[in-house]
């Protein structure tokens, strides 16, 4: 595996020349536009052959049921696991089906020996976490007989293999009353033979305050569930002043205190496929940043002419660039970047890695990972 930064006067041409990589693969994996101009400071997958000695890893990613057929199709084989995003509940138990059908992914995820994977979430009528209706289910007895039984029913029915469990913003109070539905979810799911995973937001501490944090007891549920999702990104988001999405700074930190009380056997790591570009100054409360593919990102760089810059310690890369009388700040990942957390996987030795999410073909990510990972 080689990545390379662009520098001024490179062109594809040259590029391939000094590494005797054919300019076809190089434009296939990177996913560059005709007539292929860069940007200085891109960062380029050069090489991807897969490593001699590779690591076998779980690799996840999660996807709505409006995503690409083409983009699923050229993902799921370096997939795991694929979260199809999501399955609501009512307070009495009842399953929520989305909107649109996902039976074509099922099958597509089996076509390609990944397994589909039901991703649970407390939504309201208006599509936002309700916390309520967490109360509601998490301290009934009989409406959490009724969700597991009716889950059951309809993940056998659908060929799900898996549940993942995505609650957020858990008042503190139903901590334990969360933790307790968790164990008995897998408990019931593990009968017959379905996977359990929890979503845990980026805590670097047990008394880390905040509705995200408080709810979230991470000991019991790194032993409630099979396994649990670090969400390691939004550190940079839709409302924050302009900074890198999963600096990786902080990344460590939460994979660190997450060490301290689960299994690492039982990690995955989060990692985000997207960026966001903020129009400049920014004010609290006011600018609101838009969401950025990566590979669209890098475009947005070369049409306008900026040069990408790199933090070295978030280690993310970022550019600025001027529309009008606005100025912008994007932030976003490469494979530079992308590079760096998949390095902490091996580093402390987790289970693997979870997308958030796989909507935008990112060909490169998943090239690096393939060299890098024996995909279980």
Known sequence: MQIYVVEPLDTVDSI????????????FANQLIYPYKLAVGQALLVEFRPNQYRTRRVINGYAYPFISNYVLRVTLPYLSGLYIFSYGFTKEGEVVSPALDDQWMI???YE???KPVLTLTPFDENGVFSNNLITALVNNEQAIENLIGNLIYLMNEKG????????????????DAFTSFVAECTRRMNEYGI????????KTSSDQKGLLYEGKDYGGLGAAANSVLLMTYEWG?????????APINKVRQVIEYALSQIPEAKIDMGIPNYGYDWTLPYEKGVTKAKTIGNVEAIQLAINNGATVQYDNVAQTPFFNYTIGNEIHEVWFEDVRSINAKLN???????RGAAYWQIMRLFRANWLLVESKFEVK
């Open 237 to 245: 988001y839709t409302y924050s002043s302009p900074m890198a999405v």
């Open 160 to 175: 799900f293999a898996g549940l993942d469990i995505d609650f957020e913003y858990i008042y503190k109070e139903d901590r």
């Open 344 to 350: 902490l996987i091996d580093e402390y030795n987790l």
């Open 16 to 27: 391939a020349n000094k590494f005797g990589t054919p300019v076809e693969e190089i434009i």
């Open 112 to 114: 390609n020996d990944t």
């Open 195 to 202: 996977w359990v995973s929890v979503a845990l937001a980026p």
């Open 107 to 109: 099958n597509e995820a």
